[in-house]
């Protein structure tokens, strides 16, 4: 993969990931993809699990923005420094974190999702 292969993909995707349009977003993924983030260390490994997980997440956050701040190539795809916009309530959580990407054939073939989600749980709360 290019930088600009790259850098294209991996704008689209985190544009997919606003909107809450799941089927739009699984289209990225390869059929059996790994996904895990901290709400699922353990991770979903295929569509038929991590579909139902991006469901109810984006259902959940259909405002929240994605916005790629460093993009480091690997052998196997990227790694992605980014920050994400998150509506809670009347509040608007910033988050950063990181994503390893990993793609064979253009579809990402593991994604795994690391950041520290104390703002985000305490928000969560806060709006309850």
Known sequence: ???DE???FCDTWLAAWT?????RLMEFYASDAYYSD??????LRGHESIRPYIVKL??????WEWTRKELFLTEKGF???WKARIPVGVREVVE???DIVEITQGRITRNEVYFDR???LAALRERT
């Not at 909107?19 to 089927?23: K, L, M, S, T």
């Not at 984006?58 to 405002?63: R, V, W």
């Open 1 to 3: 993969m290019t930088w």
């Open 19 to 23: 909107g809450n349009a799941p089927d």
């Open 38 to 43: 901290p709400s699922v260390p353990d991770g």
């Open 58 to 63: 984006l259902a959940h956050n259909p405002d």
């Open 118 to 120: 104390t703002q985000l």
């Open 6 to 8: 790259a850098i294209g």
């Open 96 to 98: 950063h974190g990181l």
């Open 79 to 81: 790694t992605l420094k």
